[in-house]
């Protein structure tokens, strides 16, 4: 048997791996409270806090966390759910969790904070604009408007300038769109919209976090258009984060969308390999973990999409090094990296067909169009990068890639993927395009899965 201890330390080193491959969301719905609890035998046994999580997991992601197990331990290996109510305190050697009561988490991360976040050319103005808002709210621009693309920073902002409102006393509420949606319904249902009113209109700086999320839903709209004039007319701070402008949010009001660009809108674009690098630097000074430069030049250089993959690439080279006792080195961090890359290019199972239609609406067209023959820009390139990411994100070969794309042969593909690919790296706003329609993609599939 292998100790408590241990099973924790390899759960840490599969949740590493598994926050890289599935989505944000998803990671944190059904894997972000589990725990190791033992692993005996051949059986690993992972505490959940509740029975729904269990079942979703045991139904939707046994095969994807076995799979990632037995590549990390190399043994053949079953993994078993068990409600443990009360997850963090069996942890054994998890330092970062230490809350011990859970009754009132504190409204900002302590990790999110202006001292931590690395600045570079992708984000200096959101920062700079951040800043001027902590030192002087509801005067400097107002709303400011942060989007950009997914885990690039804009909740570590909003959490840095909420750590610096309350140093000020300033009565300050940051809120998730969807926890603003879910509130509001609940405050119907309870027949207490007052007081839900009253809590948001009371504030002096409201922090609102992914507003895409209210596109289309009329009455959370209408209210927090309410709350935001309120606020406004008050002089009292807002700051709002999205994943794109005010002016491509597809079902946002006119009225919110004139409201925003009525403040200061500035984007945050993905990190350059330098400003990657400090992030790490900085990532695992804070998890107390010395890594050389080349090392973590290793990790900065890997496509990843944001910089929640990066950390979790990071925090899989170090778990790798800690399972192994060997130190990290710029051979073992490849190594742990590519083990990743090689067990898990369809690791979420995603159809091409999903692929293919996230790609025709991210262009404005629809699937049959990238079947057909029409050649003109946008629908070639469309069909390019539809190659591209059926390429990426599924186990199809070329020859099924050219039939699913209306019979082209697979010269075309292996150019397609190619021109794409170094095109990329070379356009941000091309990288930018294909990171949102894959997101797209993937929101969809979980979507469907529940
Ligand atoms: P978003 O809200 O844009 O999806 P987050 O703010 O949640 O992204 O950031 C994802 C992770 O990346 C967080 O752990 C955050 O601390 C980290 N991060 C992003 N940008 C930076 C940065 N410039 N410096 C330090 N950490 C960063
Ligand atoms: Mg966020």
Redesign the pocket.
């Known amino acids: 048997m292998i100790g408590d201890r241990s099973a924790q330390e390899i759960w840490e080193a599969v949740l590493g791996d598994l926050q890289v491959q599935v989505s ?1 969301q998803n990671y944190r719905t059904w894997l972000g409270k589990t725990v190791g609890l033992r692993f005996q035998g051949n059986e690993f046994v992972i505490g959940v806090p509740n029975t729904f999580v269990a079942e979703y997991l045991d139904k939707k992601q046994r095969s994807l966390i076995e799979k990632t197990l037995i590549g990390l331990t190399a043994g053949d290996i079953q993994v078993t759910f068990q409600v443990d109510a009360c997850p963090q305190n069996s942890l054994a050697s998890n330092s970062v969790q230490k809350e011990t009561t859970r009754a009132t988490p504190p409204m900002f991360n302590p ?2 904070t202006f001292s ?5 050319n ?2 200096q103005l959101a ?1 700079a604009a951040a800043l001027g808002i902590a030192e002087n709210p509801g005067h400097s621009y107002n709303p400011l408007f942060i989007y ?12 840095a300038i909420g750590h610096a409102a309350l140093a000020k006393h300033i009565k300050v509420l940051y809120v998730s769109t969807e926890r603003f949606t879910n509130e509001f319904i609940r405050a119907i249902a309870e027949r207490k919209t007052e007081e839900f009113h009253n809590r948001y209109r009371s504030v002096d700086m409201l922090l609102i ?2 507003i895409q999320f209210i596109c289309g839903k009329l009455q959370t709209e209408e209210t927090f258009f309410h709350t935001f004039n309120e606020l406004h007319i008050a002089d009292h701070q807002l700051v709002i ?1 999205s994943d794109l402008p005010p002016k491509s949010l597809p079902l946002l009001p006119k009225r919110l969308r004139s409201r925003f660009q009525g403040g200061l809108i500035v984007t ?1 674009e993905p ?1 350059d390999v330098d ?1 990657s690098l ?2 790490l630097r ?2 695992a000074e804070m998890q107390g973990v010395e890594i050389p430069r080349d090392t973590l030049a290793v990790i900065a250089q890997q496509p990843v999409q ?3 993959q ?2 979790g690439l990071l925090n899989r080279v170090i778990a790798y090094a800690r399972l192994v006792r060997a130190p990290v080195t710029p051979e073992l961090a490849a190594k742990a990296i590519e083990d990743i890359a090689s067990k898990t290019p369809n690791s979420t199972n995603i159809s091409p067909s999903l692929v293919i239609a996230a790609v025709a609406g991210g262009f404005g067209l629809t699937s049959a169009d990238l079947k057909t023959r029409r050649r003109d820009k946008e629908t070639a390139l469309a069909r390019q990068v539809a190659m591209y990411l059926v390429r990426q994100e599924t186990s199809c070969s070329l020859a099924q890639i050219g039939n699913l794309l209306g019979g082209r042969d697979h010269s075309t593909v292996i150019h397609a993927c190619d021109k794409i690919g170094r095109e990329i790296d070379t356009s941000p706003t091309l990288r930018r395009r294909i990171a949102d329609i894959r997101h797209a993609a993937y929101s969809k599939q979980e979507a469907s899965n529940y």
């Open positions: 944000k990790k999110y931590s976040f690395i600045v570079g992708c984000n920062h950009g693309g997914v885990g690039l920073g804009k909740t570590h902002l909003l959490h976090d992914d984060t945050i990190p400003t400090g992030i900085t990532k944001g910089v929640r990066l950390e």
